[in-house]
């Protein structure tokens, strides 16, 4: 087919042209600037560039393996109904008692039977529906933990160059149930200081968070804990697993449930962001807003929740944020007699004017509400343009009101990206530097987080869910505190700022 073309119509052909033999030299010296230039011919070389494939890690994109083997572990489906799909409990005779779901609601009846427990029931709702409706609220508020301390061993790993020690999140460290629920309640949800001897032996590098993420919620309060659960039953390894042999054949037969969630978990990278260059393995990259697209899916099974992609709610956030921007400090600017900026560039330019301090609660006096928040993707889509906005005017600024000059942030995929003159800024807590601009973006974070971002929505489960996104953007900024640089930074408590209720009311 080609052989004809080239022949008659082909009269030029542009190429480019490298040689890889400069190559050699360079990383055999471990050269950064030449695996730099290599990373470079890679990116170029690689299917996403050339093909126009999607990024895995691409916060627009679901991760239909992950998301399709997760729903396995949990004993959910998904299905089409009248043309829309929709997640429902497992047929009967697919069922698998050891999946969370079945194995929870087991526990629920077993309850029932012995009397040690009651289910009331709503209108038009049957005692299944009842207990199917409290089983899955309970598994998402594991889950909710367990996907958050995935990303936050990934954090800790990479805080201290890949050092495994600070992997807990395996059959190793956690071998039940009651593990877990120690690790909820007696490791995360109390300080250092004040865990048991047998608890700090065995998980001493997890740092406390002080987050409500790891109090008990009223539904384990009234019903039962995770300790609870069976800890012998197997369920079947998912027929298109992602887990793989030593000869790199496709494991099948059945596994012990929380040891299969455990490797399932690991076999994806949760230290990564859309920003890493090239991954040490080969392992898909599942960041903040794919979590949040798999969890809108399973939560939103029965109300038609739909998950707002990244671009559209970074063009909404741009689109709105900044006239509100112009807005705020035009009114700063009636009564100082400075002129009133009518575009960004002419605020700009103004903005030296003002006091960095009073600069900076401007913008922090605005007050972004969402009415139906979902996963709460729209509120971290404004929170990253947020701190954008600061950056782009300069106004950004340590504790002491030191401005970050030599850095520059950008939003790529939905991320907040800083770089500086030699990359990607990665932090180091060993460096001065380095920890001020960490401690920076974690105050401006937490800052607005607490005075600006609102949310409300009708389902609790959604709520539960945009509160443990915007504590996972408040992670990816954590850093460790003077003097002894041991301890984590503690996360803020957010429950009076994301709601249930009906905004229609």
Not at 158 to 174: C, M, P, Q, V
Not at 434 to 459: A, H, K, M, P
Not at 466 to 488: G, N, Q
């Amino acid at each position: 087919m080609a052989q004809p073309f080239i022949e008659k119509e082909l009269e030029q052909l542009t190429c480019s042209y490298f040689n890889l033999h400069e190559f050699e030299t360079i990383l055999s010296a471990n050269n950064h600037e030449g695996e730099q230039k290599l990373l470079d011919l890679y990116k170029i070389l690689s299917p996403e560039h050339l093909l126009k494939k999607p990024f895995a890690n691409d916060s627009n994109t679901l991760n239909k393996n992950f998301y399709n083997e997760l729903l396995h572990i949990i004993g959910l489906e998904e299905t089409k109904d009248s043309g829309k799909k929709v997640i429902r409990r497992k047929i009967e005779k697919e069922r698998n008692e050891g999946s969370l779901l079945e194995n929870t609601i087991r526990e629920f009846e077993s309850q029932i039977r012995q009397c040690e427990l009651t289910i009331q029931t709503s209108e038009g709702r049957t005692k299944e529906e009842e207990v199917f409706s409290a089983a899955l609220e309970l598994c998402i508020t594991w889950l909710n933990r367990i996907l958050f301390l995935k990303l936050l061993e990934g954090q800790l790993i990479k805080y201290h160059k890949g050092d495994r020690k600070y992997s807990f999140l395996n059959a190793t460290y956690i071998k039940v149930f009651k593990e877990l629920n120690e690790l909820f309640f007696e490791v995360l949800a109390v300080k250092t200081t004040d865990r048991a001897t047998h608890i700090h032996s065995k998980f001493g590098n997890i740092p406390y968070l002080n987050s409500s993420l790891f109090d008990s919620t009223e539904f384990e309060l009234s019903y039962f804990k995770i300790k609870d659960l069976n800890d012998r039953l197997e369920i079947p390894v998912y027929a298109q697993s992602v887990l793989k042999s030593a000869s790199g054949t496709r494991i099948s037969g059945d596994k012990n449930t929380l040891h299969y969630l455990f490797e399932f978990l690991d076999a994806y990278d949760f230290a990564s962001d859309s920003t890493a260059e090239i991954q040490e393995q080969n392992k898909t990259i599942i960041n903040a807003s794919v979590l949040g697209k798999v969890f809108e899916k399973i939560n939103g099974y029965k109300d038609g929740s739909i998950f707002t992609p990244g671009f559209i709610t970074m063009y909404m956030s741009r689109q709105s944020l900044r006239p509100a921007v112009i807005q705020k400090f035009n009114e700063h600017f009636k009564t100082t007699g400075i002129a009133e900026a009518t575009t960004f560039e002419e605020l700009y330019n103004r903005v030296d004017k003002v006091e960095i301090k009073t600069a900076n609660e401007i913008v922090n006096s605005l007050r972004v509400c969402d009415p139906a928040v979902g996963s709460g993707h729209f509120l971290v889509s404004a929170l990253n343009e947020l701190i954008l906005i600061k950056a782009e005017l300069g106004i950004l600024a340590d504790k002491n009101g030191k401005r970050l000059r030599d850095y520059e942030f950008t939003i790529e995929n939905d991320e907040l990206i800083i770089t500086d003159e030699h990359g990607l800024f990665v932090y180091n807590h060993l460096n001065k530097e380095s920890q001020r601009v960490q401690e920076t973006i974690f105050g401006e974070r937490q800052t607005i987080i607490e005075n600006c971002l609102f949310g409300v929505d009708i389902n609790p489960n959604s709520v539960k869910i945009c509160r443990l996104r915007l504590w996972i953007e408040l992670l990816k900024s954590s850093y460790y505190k003077a003097p002894a640089y041991a301890e984590l930074e503690t996360l803020p408590n957010i429950d009076i700022n994301i709601k249930c209720g009906n905004s229609l009311i």
